[in-house]
């Protein structure tokens, strides 16, 4: 990236037709399909299970602050409508869909316009706000893990009974699972909320996360899941919220937090390894999420992104959810953010993220 921002300064005194031709080669390569499947892999559906990272709209019913079905979210969706989706655009869950050639978008099991053919190639049961510790979603209202599977068996009942019992067995164990979990245990339930915090320390709390991580695996594993991406944590201590609440007086990133993901993220990967490696025909990968953000976070520009400490939403310091909402302006140019609102990227950093995640990892799964 660093080649054409130099060469932008040239074009600029150049003709406008020079630059409109770069437009149309940056424009080309973002919209570009990162993927090549092997010969003959054909993806029949993705499910998500987890957090605001992946959650679909699961909230838009539910009696709870964390929501994200009003303007200004899903600003640059289509239509410019708000889904319930907790950025301006789609999501991780619609981008991966979308570059396996699954679907466009990924919509949310409780969605109510949900047929069979969108049964069939996947829904989201993620629940924003949700996560491993069963504190985590009963501070908030939303969806457990446990919910979450409960509705996982009555979408594997209803998908025997529209293609029967060996096709729906195929196309669970041929699909690709997301699990995207772990942010709002530690970012709120530890640490802001700070409930856990008087019971556990850091070390002893990430050891139940990974423990219900794993169970939850199992579980899914149990149902005929065999291709299960599980996300990391990211770096939680530079989310703008985190860097208001606990920052200081420059809204640093929080160290502690930092580490706390870190720590985290170290017992959950040997762990999935294991996983990985025990259960029979699975092939179950942590995806690193942190390393890749924080490298935008720490040399934005060669990224094409300006702000990193704070969100579009608001001031950016601090709204997110029904705090982020149409009485807000937001910024002038979303795509020069990597944060949406106080704690979700904006459609260019999941972009930018994905197309990652997705080159370095596919390959483990097919
Ligand atoms: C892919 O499918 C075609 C047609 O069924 C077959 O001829 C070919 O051998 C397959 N390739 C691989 C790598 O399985
Ligand atoms: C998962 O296990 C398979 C063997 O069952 C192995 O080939 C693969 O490399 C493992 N994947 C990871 C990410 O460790």
């Avoid at 029967?164 to 995207?180: C, K, P, T």
């Avoid at 245990?185 to 802001?192: E, G, P, R």
């Avoid at 937090?257 to 259960?279: C, D, F, G, M, V």
Wanted: aromatic share 10%; net charge negative.
């Amino acid at each position: 990236m660093m080649q054409p921002l130099i060469s932008i300064k040239i074009l600029y005194s150049s003709s406008s037709l020079t630059i409109c031709l770069f437009f149309f080669f940056l424009l080309a390569d973002y919209g570009r399909a990162k993927i090549m499947l092997p010969e003959n892999v054909t993806v029949p559906a993705v499910i998500a299970f987890g957090d605001s990272i992946v959650d679909q709209g699961a909230n838009n019913n539910l009696y709870t602050v964390i929501k994200a079905n009003f303007p200004p979210y899903g600003k640059e969706f289509i239509a410019g409508k708000p889904t319930g989706r907790f950025t301006n655009n789609k999501t991780p869950a619609d981008m991966i869909a979308k570059e396996l050639g699954v679907k466009e978008v990924l919509p949310a099991y409780l969605d109510p316009s949900v047929d069979d053919k969108e049964l069939l190639t996947g829904v989201s049961f993620a629940s924003g706000g949700s996560g491993y510790d069963p504190q985590t979603p009963l501070l908030v209202a939303v969806l457990s893990l446990a919910d979450q599977l409960e509705q996982f068996k009555e979408y594997i009942a209803k998908i025997k009974g529209i293609v029967g019992e060996d096709r729906a067995q195929y196309i669970l164990a041929n699909s690709l699972f997301l699990v995207v979990a772990g942010s709002d245990d530690l970012a709120n339930t530890y640490f802001t909320i700070g409930i856990r915090k008087l019971q556990y320390d850091i070390a002893s709390y990430a050891d139940l996360m990974v423990s219900s991580a794993s169970n939850f695996i199992r579980d899914i594993y149990a149902l005929g899941a065999r291709r299960i991406g599980v996300f990391g944590a990211p770096p939680l201590g530079c989310l703008p919220s985190q860097r208001t609440l606990g920052g200081g007086v420059l809204s640093m990133c929080v160290e502690e937090q930092n580490q706390a993901a870190q720590l985290y993220n170290s017992k959950l990967q040997p762990h999935i390894e294991y996983l990985n490696s025990t259960l029979a025909q699975s092939r179950i990968v942590f995806v690193d999420i942190y390393d890749p953000l924080l490298a935008i976070i720490e040399n934005p520009l060669q990224y094409g992104i300006q702000v990193v400490d704070k969100g579009c939403c608001g001031t950016g310091n601090i709204e997110v959810a029904i705090l982020c909402n149409h009485l807000l302006p937001t910024c002038d140019d979303d795509s020069k953010y990597l944060f949406w609102d106080s704690y979700h990227p904006t459609d260019k950093g999941y972009t930018i993220l994905i197309n990652q995640v997705i080159g370095r990892y596919v390959n483990y799964f097919f």
